[in-house]
């Protein structure tokens, strides 16, 4: 007989580290009181990610081994949504190479959008992909610039055999601001932290979590995992010890070497734990936001049945140190370069063309022979097989999730790219079908013939006279 609940989960973390030191270094003219925030790293996305393509990557994650055709919706939750009118959730499912036939919703607005996605998918009857993703652009010489991290989760809810279900939930919602940002701003206001903590986490939050140990029936004790994705330092010991949760039961926060991750640091955590989970542990995850959202989970005996392809702890294993402050600030747009004449070309994408290959551009699919098995990219009528160019035989051949290595490589100075040099060439397929394609994430003097690549969903270019990003594949270092 199956259940509902939770069927697998992943996680996603950017592979630059920005160290808080060289922060600190620049702005302690100005804002030397930082200097006790900068202390360990925080994880930093590249110029072409966004929270679209970093959900896409823990969604990959999580369904490593899973028949994607059981998922019915796609829900994506973020607050720095790269689309205002164009549904994110849409792109996600595309890049997954989905059937057309799948629902899908944007959820924003609030600290609290991954949780209430959550909750919708834990309350509902269909198998949901529930995807979360934050790239942060905070005030240079702020405290949540110390504090921030970009990183993507993403869990599967469906009925079948549950690694976690849910036992409570509890939900308070109430107009406490405690930072916001209108639209189309860059830049949150934040309040001040100790008003915050006293009258938004103590008076909000825990009578909230007294009132979901009370309806589940729960003693404080009972709980394993206490997950409290906030960024105040404090408040998780707080919370618990009003609660009578044991203090070993306080999950890391992820501050020293990812940051908070915002709306996404909820199921950012909650895959983090998931990894270390033992069946008929409870979980307690409480999330803050104009109120706060509070799931208790328990572990069932199928937690080691299904595994993430590198989970929380792999991708943050994935990393490459970077002190290097002004080239986050360009990224971020927050550093005006002279980027030269080369950077003028027009970006205009043909809308028409885009739809007529989303398979391709968006999800990587190509053809496959079904006469002599030559695979090719992209898909045509006509093979590209060198003694046998049949015509109307190829079939669908996803290519995203195949290993592939690097044939031939160019460093190209000249042209414009926002990270010199522009690096591409040739890449082969395990199995067949050839490519060119932009190398992202190598470390400087890492690219080198035969290396072996994983396929990443990546921005390829902005059209900034119109405002459109454009996204592909590029090859990435395989782990």
């Not at 006790?36 to 994880?43: N, R, S, T, Y």
């Not at 996600?92 to 600290?111: H, R, T």
């Not at 609660?243 to 999950?251: N, Q, S, V, W």
Request: aromatic letters at 8%; hydrophobic letters at 45%.
């Amino acid at each position: 007989m199956s259940d509902f609940g939770i069927l697998a989960y992943g996680a996603y973390v950017p592979v630059a580290r920005l160290q808080r030191s060289a922060i600190h270094a620049t702005n302690k003219w100005f804002a030397p009181g930082l200097g006790g925030l900068a202390k360990g790293e925080k994880a930093v996305a590249n110029w072409d990610e966004d929270s679209v393509t970093m959900a896409v990557e823990a969604a990959r994650d999580a369904l490593d081994g899973i028949d994607r055709a059981i998922l019915q919706r796609v829900t994506i939750a973020s607050t720095t949504l790269p689309f205002a009118d164009r549904q994110n959730a849409g792109i996600v499912k595309e890049a997954l190479n989905l059937p057309d036939a799948v629902g899908a919703m944007d959820v924003a607005g609030s600290q609290r959008a991954a949780t209430s996605a959550l909750f919708a998918a834990l309350g509902g009857n269909e198998t949901t992909l529930v995807t979360a993703a934050e790239i942060a652009t905070p005030k240079p010489a702020s405290e949540r610039e110390m504090t921030s991290g970009d990183a993507a989760a993403a869990v599967v809810v469906g009925a079948g055999q549950p690694i976690a279900r849910l036992v409570a939930s509890h939900s308070v919602t109430m107009d406490f601001v405690d930072h916001f940002r209108e639209a189309g701003e860059a830049h949150d206001y934040d309040w001040e932290a100790r008003w915050v903590r006293d009258e938004g986490f103590a008076r909000i939050m825990s009578p909230a979590i007294a009132a979901l140990l009370g309806k589940a029936g729960v003693e404080g004790a009972a709980i394993d995992h206490f997950l409290v994705p906030v960024a105040v330092k404090g408040v998780p010991e707080m919370l618990a010890k009003k609660a009578g949760i044991a203090p070993e039961a306080i999950a890391d926060a992820l501050g020293a070497n990812l940051g908070h991750a915002g709306s996404a640091h909820a199921l950012v955590m909650l895959a983090g734990a998931l990894e270390t989970a033992k069946a008929g542990q409870r979980i307690l995850l409480a999330s803050f936001g104009q109120g706060c959202d509070l799931l208790l989970l328990e572990v069932t005996d199928a937690i080691g049945s299904v595994k993430p392809r590198l989970g929380l702890s792999g991708w943050l294993a994935r990393r490459v140190e970077s002190t290097n402050y002004a080239k986050y600030l360009f990224h971020r747009g927050l550093l005006q370069l002279d980027r030269g004449m080369r950077a003028e070309h027009d970006s205009k994408t043909a809308l028409t063309a885009l739809w007529r290959n989303r398979k391709a551009v968006l999800g990587l699919v190509g053809g496959r022979c079904t006469k002599t098995g030559t695979v090719q990219f992209p898909k045509t009528e006509v093979s590209v097989n060198a003694n046998d160019h049949t015509v109307g035989t190829q079939e669908d051949y996803p290519l995203a999730e195949v290993p592939a290595k690097i044939l031939t490589w160019t460093a190209d100075a000249l042209a414009y790219s926002p990270d010199p040099p522009s690096c591409y060439g040739n890449i082969d397929f395990v199995g067949g079908g050839r490519m060119m394609a932009e190398f992202t994430d190598f470390p400087e003097g890492a690219l080198d013939v035969g290396a072996d690549l994983r396929m990443m969903f990546r921005i390829k270019a902005y059209d900034e006279n119109r405002g459109f990003r454009r996204y592909f594949w590029k090859a990435a270092p395989a782990f």
